[in-house]
């Protein structure tokens, strides 16, 4: 099992920056990857970033493409995300989630994913 537990959520303004963190424990010794999701009010949940656990993989949905930015620290089981020059449309809750299959499919999608954090809430106001 995987503990997954996120942070660095809040308010903040139109163009501003936020930074979350998420940090795993337990066996994140097989983890394979990490991302992070979001989900809006009224949305789905849809794919933000996922980053390899081992090599320097990254992959961006479009919508956060040169804003937002996915980075790991092995040595401290954390993941990362930078988001930078923020949108009203950014708001969401944002959610980590780890990867341990031995064979990744598809890191867009949700079902890649075996663990998940609670979630932190961000809101970008206008």
């Known amino acids: 099992q995987v503990q997954l537990v996120e942070s660095g959520g809040g308010l903040v303004q139109a163009g501003g920056s936020l930074r979350l963190s998420c940090a795993a424990s337990?066996?994140?010794?097989?983890?394979?990857?990490m991302a992070w999701f979001r989900q809006g009010p009224g949305k789905e949940r849809e794919f933000v970033a996922a980053?390899?656990?081992?090599?320097?993989?990254?992959y961006y949905a479009d919508s956060v493409k040169g804003r937002f930015v996915i980075s790991r620290d092995n040595a401290k089981n954390t993941v990362n995300l930078q988001m930078n020059s923020l949108k009203p449309e950014d708001t969401a809750v944002y959610y980590c989630?780890?990867?341990?299959?031995?064979?990744?499919?598809?890191?867009?999608?949700?079902?890649?994913?075996?663990?998940w954090g609670q979630g932190t809430q961000v809101t970008v106001s206008s």
């Open positions: 989630a780890a990867d341990q299959n031995p064979i990744i499919l598809d890191l867009q999608r949700l079902r890649e994913y075996e663990f």
């Open positions: 337990g066996r994140t010794a097989s983890n394979n990857a």
């Open positions: 980053i390899r656990w081992r090599g320097n993989s990254t």
